[in-house]
């Protein structure tokens, strides 16, 4: 009887977790500006992945630093690079899958590109020096540089089956330049303008927890990777969701904040090892059916999208985060007095 009143009570506790997690109203929270003096481990920093051209293949990484445009070791940067169409339109795997298929390698400024049944390619990032054009992001102006005609036609002919359609640019400020969509500043006030890195969507970081994974794999027929989310962060040792609840973030000695949830779209449906999307729409069909925010005010803006992951903001000095690095979050200042902190 014991133990059937403990699983009842466990049951509960996360049932309510969850609810607090759908209604979503931390943004309501006291907005303190300031990072916490105390400290709590949740976990440990398993893997970083970075992704230079936004849709395109991961380069993993055991450490990189952290800047206000996201992760960069020398000339390798995340999301600095993306494909556009002739009119300066983003594209991404959500309309060309195969675009996960091409693998980006860097030797200092030297960016190579493979494809399956394609000769590699490389181009000198340094050796750019054409004027600055406005492409687009989810409607939002942001600057480019073209890559040049070489690279344009090899991404053309491999995802297109053409000789032009499409161009490689990339992003050639030191500095976030793009506006915060308006849903983020209506719902999401946490997030601020120096948070929108280069050609990611909203943020420049972003982490996913493995226990959330694991969780979802339990409800999915043919289990998933944390590379099926594109995220920088993956973090081992946490409970599964409570990410959702992490306010003040430090991996090492770098401090962040989570500033919105994630919310999913087909891009999880393309499988990373054959940039194929899957036959049953999944696991974003899963997700749906548990992971979807239920707050009215917010619900018309994502609709039926499902959320998975955090998306984080800088809220420190630049810093170096490695593979094994400790996952502390803030304890709240009235918590502080009753917990034991690390620092």
């Keep these: 009887m014991h133990g059937i009143r403990l699983a009842f009570v466990t049951t509960a506790v996360v049932s309510a977790g969850m609810a607090v997690f759908v209604i979503w109203g931390w943004w309501t929270k006291k907005q303190k500006l300031q990072p916490p003096s105390k400290w709590r481990k949740v976990g440990e920093l398993n893997d970083i992945m970075v992704f230079p051209i936004k849709s395109l293949g991961i380069i993993r990484m055991k450490e990189m630093e952290c800047t206000t445009l996201g992760l960069r070791l020398n000339w390798l940067k995340d999301r600095m690079l993306m494909v556009i169409d002739l ?6 795997a959500r309309q060309l899958p195969k675009m996960i298929n091409i693998s980006p390698e860097f030797s200092d400024s030297i960016l190579t590109l493979r494809a399956p049944d394609m000769m590699s390619i490389s181009i000198d990032l340094a050796q750019l020096c054409g004027k600055s054009f406005r492409a687009t992001v989810w409607g939002q102006a942001v600057p480019a540089r073209d890559c040049g005609e070489e690279v344009a036609r090899w991404l053309s002919r491999f995802l297109l089956q053409e000789d032009a359609g499409l161009r ?23 997030l601020t303008t120096m948070d929108t890195g280069a050609y990611a969507d909203d943020s420049s970081f972003s ?9 979802l794999n339990s409800r999915l027929d043919e289990p998933v990777m944390p590379q099926n989310f594109r995220m920088n962060f993956v973090v081992k040792s946490a409970t599964a969701y409570e990410e959702d609840k992490w306010d003040w973030v430090k991996i090492g000695d770098v401090i962040f904040r989570n500033v919105r949830p994630c919310i999913r779209c087909t891009i999880t449906t393309v499988k990373p090892e054959t940039g194929i999307k899957s036959a049953k729409v ?8 548990y992971r979807q925010i239920t707050n009215p005010k917010i619900r018309p803006t994502v609709g039926d ?4 992951g955090i ?3 800088l809220r420190g000095p630049n810093g170096i985060v490695r593979i094994g690095d400790t996952v502390y979050v803030g304890i709240p200042e009235e918590e502080a007095p009753s917990l034991t902190s690390s620092s």
Excluded: C
């Design 305 to 308: 999208s499902p959320v998975m």
């Design 207 to 215: 982490l996913i927890n493995e226990a959330s994974v694991a969780d």
């Design 282 to 289: 999944e696991p974003l069909k899963t997700l749906k059916s």
């Design 168 to 190: 490689l640019v990339y992003y050639p400020l030191d500095r976030p330049a793009k506006e915060m969509h308006k849903r983020n500043v209506n719902f999401f006030p946490l």
């Design 87 to 92: 009119k300066g339109q983003f594209l991404s």
């Design 311 to 313: 998306l984080l903001g």
